[in-house]
């Protein structure tokens, strides 16, 4: 069965550091662009980062660009996000994604994209 699981979310203070971790089953993530995206309430869901299949490029959205690292660990079957400098408005569930069309060199922010998707882990930012 082709899964992929987050974990790594919580509650953590303003200024905090969490780890989000993407873990697939059924499939192997080598070939895949892999991004993640956050949802908050209300609001629509956006691309956060994403990193290619080569692992030779990564994205990430202005809001979180210094403070994000994605990172891709492909003989564990699974992608990072390093998330630093956490402030209220990065509270939402984040969701990572799939996708085995983009060229090895590059992925995208274009959730349509995406072939597989996991369930999402909250995240809250909160004092």
């Known amino acids: 069965q082709v899964q992929l699981v987050e974990s790594g979310g919580g509650l953590v203070q303003p200024g905090g550091s969490l780890r989000l971790s993407c873990a697939a089953s059924?499939?192997?993530?080598?070939?895949?662009?892999i991004g993640w995206f956050r949802q908050a309430p209300g609001k629509e869901r956006e691309g956060v980062s994403c990193?290619?299949?080569?692992?030779?490029?990564?994205y990430y959205a202005d809001s979180v660009k210094g403070r994000f690292t994605i990172s891709r660990d492909n003989a564990k079957n699974t992608v990072y996000l390093q998330m630093n400098s956490l402030k209220p408005e990065d509270t939402a569930v984040y969701y990572c994604?799939?996708?085995?069309?983009?060229?090895?060199?590059?992925?995208?922010?274009?959730?349509?994209?995406?072939?597989?998707w996991g369930q999402g882990t909250q995240v809250t930012v909160s004092s």
């Open positions: 994604a799939a996708d085995l069309a983009a060229l090895p060199e590059g992925c995208s922010d274009y959730d349509p994209l995406y072939d597989y």
């Open positions: 059924g499939f192997t993530l080598d070939y895949y662009a």
């Open positions: 990193i290619s299949s080569s692992d030779s490029s990564a």
